[in-house]
Antibody, heavy 124, light 108 residues
Framework: QVQVVQSGAEVKKPGDSVKVSCKAS????????IHWVRQAPGQGLEWMGR????????NYAQKFLGRVTMTRDTSISTAYMELSRLRSDDTAVYYC?????????????????WGQGTLVTVSS | EIVLTQSPATLSLSPGERATLSCRAS??????LAWYQQKPGQAPRLLIY???NRATGIPARFSGSGSGTDFTLTISSLEPEDFAVYYC??????????FGPGTKVEIK
């Protein structure tokens, strides 16, 4: 079945970087965007950006410009999100999600399925 | 940036009752609005896209309506598994893609 599986939890110190992976299976990796969304503890959802796995092209939310880098390795059907200069308020669950398709119609900016989430804790 | 506002913040209902959730956009997003359900400890799940289309496998008791700036998610008769947090999301004007703050549907 179509799924995206993320790497495990991370604990980082302020100023560090973190790189989260998202491995796709059950579909052709390069055919669908991968988005990254984060959720701080007890809070709502925040879109960080997306990557086109075919071209490697990215779109980032203004808030994260200069700190986030999204990449992919097509040989292993895996997308990555790296966030640098971490702060305590970057503590959150980070999700990857594939763009959604219904039958033969695909929609770049709706998300389904989602990964299971990766908790990143930033603490000194 | 388009800001989405959801109301109410919390909805307290009993199983079998009808739930009506609202999402309002700060400017028109046409019909480019989706709804997601999130249960505790789980990732969100897409319920409705393009304002009124149910995603694959979503029961018919979930329906969406609206266009422009005002949207509604209706759950016709609440099942025990429907108690969760619901988020709306727009793609009408991006980046960024934005979400509403969520509505929690809790058991009364």
């Amino acid at each position: 079945q179509v799924q995206v599986v993320q790497s495990g939890a991370e604990v980082k110190k302020p100023g560090d970087s973190v790189k989260v992976s998202c491995k796709a299976s059950g579909y052709t990796f390069i055919d669908y965007y991968i988005h990254w969304v984060r959720q701080a503890p007890g809070q709502g959802l925040e879109w960080m950006g997306r990557i086109n796995p075919n071209s490697g092209g990215t779109n980032y939310a203004q808030k994260f410009l200069g700190r986030v880098t999204m990449t992919r390795d097509t040989s292993i059907s895996t997308a990555y999100m790296e966030l640098s200069r971490l702060r305590s308020d970057d503590t959150a669950v980070y999700y990857c999600a594939r763009s959604f398709c219904s039958g033969t119609s695909c929609f770049e900016n709706w998300f389904d399925p989602w990964g299971q989430g990766t908790l990143v804790t930033v603490s000194s | 940036e388009i800001v989405l506002t959801q109301s109410p913040a919390t909805l307290s209902l009993s199983p079998g009752e009808r739930a009506t959730l609202s999402c309002r956009a700060s400017q028109s997003v046409s019909s480019y609005l989706a709804w997601y359900q999130q249960k505790p400890g789980q990732a969100p799940r897409l319920l409705i896209y393009n304002a009124s289309n149910r995603a694959t496998g979503i029961p018919a008791r979930f329906s969406g309506s609206g266009s422009g700036t005002d949207f509604t998610l209706t759950i016709s008769s609440l099942e025990p598994e429907d108690f969760a947090v619901y988020y709306c999301q727009q793609r009408g004007n991006w980046p960024p893609l934005t979400f509403g703050p969520g509505t929690k549907v809790e058991i009364k």
